[in-house]
Nanobody
Framework: QVQLVESGGRLVQVGESLRLSCVSSGQTFNNYNYYTVAWFRQSPGKEREFVAGIRGNGLDISYENSVEGRFTISRDFALNTVYLQMTRLNSEDTAVYYC?????????????????WGRGTQVTVSS
């Protein structure tokens, strides 16, 4: 089993930046770097949507169109952590952000294809 714990969410103003972290632990801790990891987000009344994903090699990356150029996903292999650096935040970025992982070397935008999930961290962008 893999446990994922997100952190870093808080209340910020429009235009500000924020970095989210997703730390992995569990029995497959040492294999975490071979998982594909993605960030999803969900706002009230909306479906959970893909934000960004990164393969185990740390090189293949994918972004949702609305965050391309503003958000950056990265991973620290030594710390078993995946980050989501968010800049130029706007009110539409307000959501609970979830970290997810799966042992398939392909980034998927489908939340149903991810096996492991964190509990989420709240990001609120205020104007």
């Amino acid at each position: 089993q893999v446990q994922l714990v997100e952190s870093g969410g808080r209340l910020v103003q429009v235009g500000e930046s924020l970095r989210l972290s997703c730390v992995s632990s569990g029995q497959t801790f040492n294999n975490y770097n071979y998982y594909t990891v993605a960030w999803f987000r969900q706002s009230p009344g909306k479906e959970r949507e893909f934000v960004a994903g990164i393969r185990g090699n740390g090189l293949d990356i994918s972004y949702e169109n609305s965050v391309e150029g503003r958000f950056t996903i990265s991973r620290d292999f030594a710390l078993n952590t995946v980050y989501l650096q968010m800049t130029r935040l706007n009110s539409e970025d307000t959501a609970v952000y979830y970290c997810a992982a799966r042992l398939v070397p392909v980034i998927s935008h489908d939340s149903g294809s991810y096996v492991y999930w964190g509990r989420g961290t709240q990001v609120t962008v205020s104007s």
